[in-house]
């Protein structure tokens, strides 16, 4: 027989405990993997009906939204995304979209499969949107729709300043979609106050969630403009927004897929945990553990990709410093440390490493670890490197920055 039992034995896949300091996945709390084995029900049974409304309450705080159309896409972040720009952006819509990284690209060819007109504002990788140019943009071209930009670029390790952003988009009347995938819990994601009109995020980066799912939320004037357009049918029936709002809407609980049951309960779970620790202190938590790593890294010499002021806690680009096999460090980090970091994409390929301090991973051990490990792979690699010095570094930045003690959070 053709398909008949495997040559090899299978066994039941372990996979090995790592310590995940990459851009994504983060780790994941002991609570939020317990939750997913939790029996599955029905997608309507009333029981799970009353945890999706929690689910939203709880999003809605992440948010800092009032947002009724606030819930999860069955799917990973990149699902966020795709829904934002399949539902808002028609042909013929002038979109003016900020890449300066690999994700602000991402949103740009969703723009053009939309066959929407995207006006492009280019920056530096490693720099944040420049909002003059962004305002110039919306001086030179008439009727734009939408400013779709990413808050967090995790190829970069930059925030960019979404407030002023989404300020000028108002002033000209136009639509928001942000990425806050990185950023969400990690940095003030302010919705309401800034005016933001769509915004999604990921399970598995600062939500420390098993990943597949984009918590996203639309403004409730987003959501009545695109009732009155009635020529508007979304060109993806899985994410369209109409559909959508039949299962996770206020008041109407229709059939529209089958919801991924159990990895919604771990996203409840994760949520529950950041209500319970607090936003704000979530935010100090890992400016907390990021000053340490920052104070470790910089006694090692590496230094930072991204300027001081627009740097992401939880994401920490470096340059690799030459004569130096940056494949190599970072394989045995894996393989000696069980510690995976991230490594440059697209043009910065080979250029960085990224160190991810995302949620669960966000924690003195993860630090103090990664600098030990990367202090002896150094050494070991003839580098010029005396081991211990990098701890320590980081736990003066520690006992600088009290636990209980609040420092500026960069918003
Ligand atoms: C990770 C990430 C995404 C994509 O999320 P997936 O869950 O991998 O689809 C989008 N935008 C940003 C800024 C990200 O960091």
Redesign the pocket.
């Known amino acids: 027989m053709k398909f008949g039992k495997p040559s090899r034995k299978i066994n039941t896949f372990y996979p090995p405990q790592r310590t995940l300091m990459g851009?994504?996945p983060s780790e994941i709390h002991p609570r939020v993997f317990s939750a997913m084995g939790r029996p599955t029900i029905g997608y309507l049974d009333p029981v799970f009906v009353e945890m999706m409304d929690q689910l939203k309450e709880l999003l809605r705080y992440a948010f800092q939204t009032k947002n009724s159309m606030t819930f999860p896409v069955s799917?990973?972040?990149?699902?966020?995304?795709e829904m934002c720009f399949v539902n808002m952006v028609k042909p013929g819509d002038k979109v003016i979209v900020c890449k300066n990284?690999?994700?602000g690209g991402?949103m740009l060819e969703n723009i053009e499969r939309c066959g929407g007109i995207p006006i492009v504002v280019e920056d530096q990788w490693g720099a944040p949107v420049d909002t003059d140019k962004v305002e110039k943009a919306f001086k030179q071209n008439q009727n734009v729709k939408v400013l779709a930009f990413?808050?967090?670029?995790?190829?970069t390790g930059v925030a960019s300043d979404a407030k002023t952003l989404a300020k000028i988009a108002d002033q000209y009347s136009a639509y928001t979609i942000m990425?806050?995938?990185?950023?969400l819990a990690g940095i003030p994601v302010l919705v309401d106050e800034w005016g933001i009109d769509a915004c999604?995020s990921?399970?598995?980066?600062c939500l420390s969630c098993t990943?597949?799912l984009?918590p996203i939320t639309f403004s409730d004037k987003l959501m009545e403009d695109l009732k009155k357009d009635k020529q508007r049918k979304s060109q993806s029936w899985f994410l369209d927004l109409d559909l959508l709002s039949g299962y996770w809407g206020d008041n109407t609980r229709t059939y529209h897929h089958t919801a991924p049951t159990n990895s919604l309960y771990s996203l409840h779970e994760a949520l529950l945990m950041l209500q319970e620790e607090g936003l704000e202190n979530s935010w100090f938590r890992h400016r907390r553990n990021h000053q340490a790593l920052k104070a470790g890294l910089e006694e090692l010499g590496l230094k930072f990709l991204v300027e001081e002021s627009f740097r992401l806690p939880q994401?920490n680009a470096v340059t690799v410093m030459p004569n130096i096999d940056e494949k190599e460090v970072r394989k045995r980090l894996l393989e000696e440390y069980n510690i995976e970091i991230g490594a440059g994409l697209g043009s910065l390929s080979g250029k960085i490493w990224r160190f991810g301090i995302m949620g669960y991973s966000c924690k003195m051990e993860n630090v103090m670890l990664a600098l030990c490990a990367l202090e002896t792979v150094f050494s070991d690699m003839g580098a010029d490197t005396e081991v211990g010095l990098a701890e320590a570094a980081a736990y003066k930045a520690y006992a600088s920055h009290p636990a209980n003690r609040k420092i500026e959070a960069v918003a």
């Open positions: 851009p994504g799917g990973p972040g990149s699902a966020g995304m990284g690999v994700f991402r990413v808050h967090a670029e995790t190829s990425d806050a995938v990185t950023s999604y990921g399970s598995q980066k990943p597949g984009s994401m």
